[in-house]
C-alpha cells in the first residue's frame, strides 16, 4: 500500500463514519488545504444509499464552495507570498496570465476536472478575481462534478463507479476540452463581431 492508498484509507476511516458532517468537513477542506477530494466519500456514502445521492451531492457542492470561499481570502490575504510557498513563480506567471485571459472559465474547469481546485481557489485571490464570478464558477463546476457523479450512481450504481474509475480521465478531459472550446469558439465570435 503506498502513500495515497494509506491517506485515502484514513480519510475514509475518520470521515466515513460521521456521514454527511464528513463530506461536509472534507468537501470545505479540500477546497483550500486537504489533498483528498470528497469524491471518495461522496461515492462511498452515495453507494450505502442511492436514494441519498442527490443529497450528498449538494453537501459536497455547498462544503466546497465555502472551502473554496475560505481559499479565496486565503489567496487574497496572503498574496503572492503565500501563492509561492504553493507554486514555483514561472507556474504563478503563466496562471497569472490564464486568470487574465480566461477569469471565471479557469475556476469552472478546475472545479469540475481533476485538477486541483484548491490551488485555483488560492490563485482566485492573489489574483483578485471578482469574488461573485469566482462564487457563480464554483458552484456550477462543482455542483456539475457532484451531481454527475451522485446520478450516475443513483441509476447505475457499482456499474458505474467501475466505468468512471476506469475512464475518469479521459472524462474530465473530453469534459473540459469541450468547456476551452466553447471559450475559444465564444471568443473568436465576439472578435469577429467587433470587426464587423
Not at 489533498?35 to 456514502?45: F, G, Q, R
Not at 444509499?49 to 464552495?65: D, E, K, Q, R
Not at 481546485?117 to 457563480?136: C, H, N, P
Not at 468547456?179 to 470587426?195: F, N, P, Q, S, T
Amino acid at each position: 500500500m503506498g502513500i495515497v492508498d494509506d491517506l485515502l484509507e484514513w480519510t475514509r476511516a475518520v470521515f466515513m463514519p460521521i456521514g454527511d458532517a464528513g463530506l461536509f468537513i472534507l468537501a470545505f477542506l479540500e477546497s483550500s488545504v486537504f489533498p483528498v477530494p470528497p469524491d471518495v466519500l461522496l461515492i462511498a456514502l452515495s453507494l450505502a444509499n442511492p436514494a441519498l445521492a442527490l443529497y450528498y451531492a449538494t453537501i459536497a457542492t455547498i462544503g466546497s464552495v465555502l472551502g473554496g470561499v475560505a481559499g479565496y481570502y486565503i489567496g487574497l490575504k496572503g498574496g503572492r507570498r503565500i501563492a509561492r510557498r504553493i507554486f514555483p513563480e514561472r507556474m504563478l506567471d503563466r496562471a497569472e496570465n490564464y486568470f487574465r485571459e480566461y477569469g471565471v472559465w479557469a475556476v469552472l474547469i478546475a472545479a469540475f476536472s481533476p485538477i486541483p481546485y484548491k490551488a485555483f481557489t488560492i490563485a482566485s485571490g492573489v489574483f483578485r478575481m471578482s469574488l461573485k464570478g469566482f462564487i457563480v464558477a464554483s458552484i456550477v463546476g462543482r455542483g456539475a462534478r457532484f451531481y454527475a457523479e451522485g446520478i450516475l450512481i443513483m441509476l447505475w450504481g457499482e456499474q458505474m463507479l467501475a466505468f468512471v474509475d476506469d475512464n475518469l480521465e479521459i472524462i474530465s478531459l473530453a469534459a473540459a476540452a469541450a468547456i476551452v472550446a466553447y471559450i475559444v469558439l465564444r471568443k473568436r465570435l465576439a472578435r469577429e463581431k467587433r470587426v464587423n
